[in-house]
């Protein structure tokens, strides 16, 4: 009796420390567990903007380091001193998986309801893909806001056009699309792979095309193998992607 109930007690003690586990390691629960694991455990606390490469240090941009100190309004500059988790590839695109709207999306509208929040409380791959860390980095929020959900490319469209020059960095933006500097656009496509493959989230033909041409003209850098490990301590996998 005495050695079935130190079985019980080893096995209680066993499985709490998979449970615990299994909490402390994988994609976040939320989005803000999300974003605190990307300031604090990757970047921990500091790093360099994704698109613009300007210092940040505890959420906080120092915009001089990148020579942007002048490229906000005065409506934009709030937004324009603190970092945004960045989604790479944008979360409203996450309503389609393999080429057909969510049921989550769907119900969202005939709510009339946030679809981005409902499907994050109602539907487990929603939430996975818009609170998984390889698709999140640290941006500018002010740039963040410009970028919202435009597609990639490499050619200019549409009116509205924003260049913003930091620190070995240049992103441009329009009403219809977003130019990322050359040295991330491999990183971006990598990511988009990825995303691809484990939430089924789809491009246009143009989109893949280009993202497949950057793939091929941008490769794998050590920066980014570093941060795809870093990543892969925190939520158990990284980018397959990115060897």
């Not at 939320?30 to 990307?38: I, R, V, W």
Request: glycine share 4%; hydrophobic share 35%; proline share 3%.
């Amino acid at each position: 009796m005495k050695l079935f109930k130190a079985f019980v007690a080893v096995s209680t003690i066993l499985f709490l420390a998979n449970i615990t586990t299994a909490y402390a390691v994988g994609i976040p629960s939320s989005f803000s567990k999300a974003k605190t694991k990307l300031y604090k455990t990757v970047y921990l606390n500091q790093g360099e903007t994704f698109y613009a490469g300007c210092s940040w240090t505890k959420k906080k941009i120092d915009l001089n380091s990148c020579g942007l100190q002048n490229s906000f309004t005065s409506k934009e500059r709030k937004r324009a001193l603190r970092t945004e988790a960045e989604h790479v590839i944008p979360a409203s695109w996450f309503y389609k998986q393999n080429n057909q709207y969510r049921q989550c999306h769907i119900e969202a509208k005939q709510l009339k309801t946030s679809a981005r929040k409902y499907c994050q409380k109602n539907n487990d791959n929603f939430r996975m893909a818009h609170n998984d860390l390889i698709n999140l980095r640290p941006t500018v929020g002010a740039i963040n806001a410009a970028r919202s959900n435009k597609p990639f490319a490499e050619t200019l469209s549409g009116k509205k056009e924003t260049t913003y020059n930091g620190n070995g960095k240049k992103i441009v933006i329009t009403s219809r699309v977003v130019i990322p500097d050359t040295s991330i656009r491999g990183d971006i496509a990598r990511i988009a792979f990825y995303m691809n493959q484990k939430y089924g989230v789809t491009y246009s033909k143009r989109q893949l095309k280009t993202f497949m041409n950057w793939d091929s003209i941008d490769p794998i850098s050590d920066e980014e193998r570093n941060l795809n490990q870093r990543i892969k301590k925190v939520q158990g996998h990284g980018n397959p992607f990115v060897l």
